[in-house]
């Protein structure tokens, strides 16, 4: 499907050294920030107090975020978990503060929010024993809401979730590259690999720019990016390969090769990211603060996906030597035999 098509090609490989500096520049200051500013990493990363609050009634959420503000946790998140009447609190390490300190102030702040009292009361488990729960009952006798659960996250957890993360993302590069090693040749899958991992940088330099939250939506968002950027590498390389295959005639050589692959393939790139960023930006707008670092960060990795797989891949594979031969077989002569 082509919403149009462009008779003459466009000559990108001309400017492909300027697209290149375009690229290091971006990735340089990128990686400046990463190791000056750090990650402003979440409570998975980094420890904390998780619990679980469940209300009477299903509560308003940028209420409840208020209320934490307002009680001194600014970085704590708050979700539906579950269902609508439950709710989940992260809350990041404090100096002095142990979980069960963290978890009574946090209730405490909620239940005043609801204009209520933290009364202790009982309740029967699941195997019929007596419990004693904390709970938030308002002045007519009936329960607002209490907590579920407290867990607490300590450091050696989060940097287990930080290595696992790491690990995921090298197995996942591990395979990008075996795979177009196979399908096409070494040299497209070192350019697809320098130019998606230029696209993973650059996200990661804007959340170490902004000191945005670094999550493990955000980490699982990144991961998306790669396999999302290696596809249109795919798209591209594929088109090149098959324009190589087909150019004895017209004597194409590779840097016409490559801008005809590029402007054939335009009409698929503007549809399918233009779509695919109109879903990521309904998140942003209409997802509410849990999916907001994850929508921005598929959103900026859409749109540098484009231009690295498209302006920064091809001209890597120009530079690498990639030539008609690598995709041609030499016919083989055979011999008559002489009688």
Known sequence: MELFRIRKDIPFMRHALVFNVISLVTFLLAVFFIFYNGLHLSVEFTGGTVMEVSYAEAPQLEPIRNTLNAAGYVDAQAQTFGS???????????????????????FKALCAASTGEVKSTQA????????????????????????SRVEFVGP???????????????????FIVIYLAFRFEWRFAV?????????VIIIIGFFAFFQ?????????????????????????????????????????????V????????????????????????SMYFFGGPTLHHFALALAIGICFGIYSSVLVAAPLVMWLGVSREQFIKAEVVKEEAVV
């Not at 350019?191 to 696209?199: K, V």
């Not at 090149?240 to 050589?253: D, H, I, Q, Y």
């Not at 490559?258 to 054939?264: C, G, K, R, V, Y």
């Open 191 to 199: 350019s697809a690999i320098i130019a998606n991992l230029h696209d």
């Open 124 to 147: 029967v488990g699941p195997k019929g024993e007596a419990l004693t729960k904390e709970a938030c009952m308002s002045a007519q006798g009936t329960e607002i809401s209490s907590i």
């Open 258 to 281: 490559l801008d005809h692959a590029i402007t054939s393939t335009i009409s698929r790139t503007i549809i399918t990211h233009a779509c695919t960023l109109m879903m990521v930006l």
């Open 84 to 106: 609508s009447r439950d709710i989940m609190v992260r809350v990041p390490n404090r100096a002095n503060e142990n979980s069960a300190l963290v978890s009574g102030t946090v």
């Open 156 to 174: 050696q957890v989060g940097e287990e979730l930080a290595t696992d993360g790491a690990m995921a993302m090298l197995m996942v590069v591990l």
């Open 212 to 256: 945005w939250e670094f999550s493990l939506p955000v980490l699982a968002a990144v991961l998306a990016v790669l396999g999302y950027s290696v596809n249109e590498s795919v798209v591209v390389f594929d088109r090149v390969r098959e324009t190589f295959r087909n150019s004895r005639k017209r004597g194409l050589t590779v840097p016409e």
